[in-house]
């Protein structure tokens, strides 16, 4: 968490992640050897300026997939909210009115994943418990991801500070029931 001047931020997660990680660092290293053999066959007078503008591209690329962050942030005295990217000091991402949000909650996720061997002979699954700071409106039907934390306390944590600094209630998620009218749409 950050606290700058009026402006909360909470880490969500890295902008990419998983095996697809892997193979942004592979196409990072390369990109990094192709650049630095464009430029010294440039140096030499040998080379074209078509590797390293290719060279130049990957690593634009998979730096922004490496290096980029997703995160929350809540301007508390515009009651504004936004997710953005942030890269290098830069934040991407559209302002959104805080509108009828009005309490914070922590959620329990469970999630998993399964690798499976080149030969399909074995795999191996990878279970986590993620906790979730969302915000809510009253019906608890609409909710925004503020902070993602694998440890219980932190997101209590985080859904106090929430709570304290927009005056929200910190509840349990409780949404209403769907209208029998609403049902039929």
């Given amino acids: 968490m ?5 402006i909360l931020e909470y880490k969500i997660e890295n902008s990419v992640n998983g095996g ?12 990094i050897g192709l650049f630095l053999s464009a ?17 130049a591209c990957l690593l634009i690329i ?9 995160v929350s942030q809540i301007n508390l005295k ?14 991407a991402g559209k302002w959104e009115s805080l509108g009828n949000f009005c309490d914070v909650t922590v959620l329990k996720k469970n999630m998993s994943s399964k690798i499976q061997s080149a030969g399909n002979v074995s795999s191996h699954t990878k279970k986590d418990v993620v906790y979730e700071v969302h915000i ?11 902070a993602k934390t694998q440890n219980p306390e932190m997101a209590k944590i985080i859904r106090d500070d929430v709570a304290r600094e927009l005056n929200f209630t910190a509840t349990q998620y409780n949404p209403l029931p769907i209208s029998p009218r609403g049902r039929r749409r």
């Fill in 78 to 91: 515009n009651r504004k909210k936004r997710t953005a990217n942030y890269l290098f000091g830069i934040y």
């Fill in 2 to 6: 950050k606290n700058k001047g009026d």
């Fill in 39 to 55: 430029v010294y066959d440039l140096a030499i007078g040998d080379g074209r300026i078509r590797p390293l503008i290719i060279a």
């Fill in 136 to 146: 809510l409106n009253e019906t608890h039907r609409k909710k925004w991801l503020v």
């Fill in 20 to 31: 697809v990680r892997i193979l942004f660092w592979m196409m990072f290293v390369l990109s």
């Fill in 62 to 70: 998979s730096t922004f997939s490496l290096f980029a962050i997703n």
